[in-house]
């Protein structure tokens, strides 16, 4: 029944290391992202996919790749990790573009916390 | 540089007391702005949308844009408890046929019974 689910809920690893977070979403939206939440709160969208094309890329390190098999998947792969990217990662999704002065309502996973040692 | 600015509190009411939120925003050219809750440990969840100027109310939220100000807000009458979370205003901004949000920090809001 999840609308956005994300896997694994916690992660802990050693610095260096590689690791992928999946995301499914079962609300046939056509756009799907991926943010960063870190220790202060501050949430900073970094990715996001639609029809399975990259159309917005922060300016995020390359070690974070987003991947997605289908409109319904997004997966982050991150390579070589740092200390510095322990966060709470969130999966969202939303219908379509922003259209004119349309709102388009995002909806977020539960999150992945990611702690590195 | 798109940026939102808000308070980050906290913010304490006593319970039935109205909390004000309040946010502005840099880019003119952003259409639509939300106010997402986050609980502690929780994800975003949307309260409100408002793309037009002057109020909107849903039950006891009312959020308000001021386009000319750049200035949104977010009122909730009769605070509850419940309502004790961290409250994210975003700014919608479209580009190259998509948009992204682009949050505050966030108010934390105590709701103090």
Sequence with gaps: DTAVSQTPKYLVTQMGNDKSIKCEQNLGHDTMYWYKQDSKKFLKIMFSYNNKELIINETVPNRFSPKSPDKAHLNLHINSLELGDSAVYFCASSQDYFQGASTDTQYFGPGTRLTVL | ?113
Excluded at chain 2, 10 to 23: K, R
Excluded at chain 2, 84 to 93: H, V
Excluded at chain 2, 97 to 112: A, H, N, R
């Design chain 2, 1 to 113: 540089q798109k940026e939102v600015e808000q308070n980050s509190g906290p913010l304490s009411v006593p319970e039935g007391a109205i909390a004000s939120l309040n946010c502005t925003y840099s880019d003119r050219g952003s259409q639509s702005f939300f106010w997402y809750r986050q609980y502690s440990g929780k994800s975003p969840e949307l309260i409100m949308s408002i793309y037009s100027n002057g109020d909107k109310e849903d039950g006891r939220f009312t959020a308000q844009l001021n386009k000319a100000s750049q200035y949104v807000s977010l009122l909730i009458r009769d605070s509850q408890p419940s309502d004790s979370a961290t409250y994210l205003c975003a700014g919608a901004y479209s580009g190259a046929g998509s948009y992204q949000l682009t949050f505050g920090k966030g108010t934390k809001l105590s709701v103090i019974p």
